[in-house]
């Protein structure tokens, strides 16, 4: 049972426009929800992370928005730009420090010029 | 990488036969993961380690053993492999006082 739905499975986007993916979870314990970002054969890297006190964490064009009450959690990619063309993993996890983390199903980004 | 190393990068095995894989780290992280890699199902824990021969199951644990002796070396072995472990399995570590988890390059592994 996928403990982490993430949606859509693959998504294009034009140069310049707005990708966003949506990862939905049930179990209430989850605390920690990192995004990561997957190039073909490599490893996936760590792209932001949020913890539920706040609603949306921003670094440069990359936004998660967190929604508690619905729990559910988005990313946003602003300005896509075709270097950004690649698989990302929502995921999430519960406590502080090493914990399991529980991934989304993944979805495959492309941007188009 | 994150300083994480993993052996073999690619490897084909028949069924049966064992396989170990090898996830080599040089900066004294105390935790380090096995997850393995497959369509449809993101990535998913099989075994962790807090510690030198600190190990715990994850949720898809069945047919792997781990192993570790020294902090930089965290060994994943599928004692009899089977095709339904064709995967690509990746190591991760989480450094001291973090939440996040790193990964390495991912090893390949094909069972026919």
């Known amino acids: 049972q996928q403990q982490v739905k993430q949606s859509p499975q693959s998504l294009i986007v034009q140069k310049g426009g707005i990708s966003i993916i949506n990862c939905a979870y049930e179990n209430t314990a989850f605390d920690y929800f990192p995004w990561y970002q997957q190039f073909p054969g490599k490893g996936p890297a760590l792209l932001i992370a949020i913890r539920p006190d706040v609603s949306e964490k921003k670094e440069g064009r990359f936004t998660i928005s967190f929604n508690k009450s619905a729990k559910q959690f988005s990313l946003h990619i602003m300005d896509s730009q075709p270097g950004d063309s690649a698989t990302y993993f929502c995921a999430a996890s519960k406590g502080y420090g090493a914990n399991n983390l529980f991934f989304g199903t993944g979805t495959r980004l492309t941007v188009i010029p | 990488d994150a300083g994480i190393t993993q052996s073999p990068r690619h490897k084909v095995t028949e069924t049966g036969t064992p396989v170990t894989l090898r996830c080599h780290q040089t900066e004294n992280h105390r935790y380090m993961y096995w997850y393995r890699q497959d369509p449809g199902h993101g990535l998913r824990l099989i075994h962790y380690s807090y510690g030198v021969k600190d190990t715990d199951k994850g949720e898809v644990s069945d047919g792997y053993s781990v192993s570790r002796s020294k902090t930089e070396d965290f060994l994943l072995t599928l004692e009899s492999a089977t095709s339904s472990q064709t995967s690509v399995y990746f190591c991760?570590?989480?450094?001291?006082?973090?939440?996040?988890?790193?990964f390495g390059p991912g090893t390949r592994l094909t069972v026919t």
């Open positions: 991760a570590i989480t450094p001291a006082g973090k939440d996040e988890q790193y």
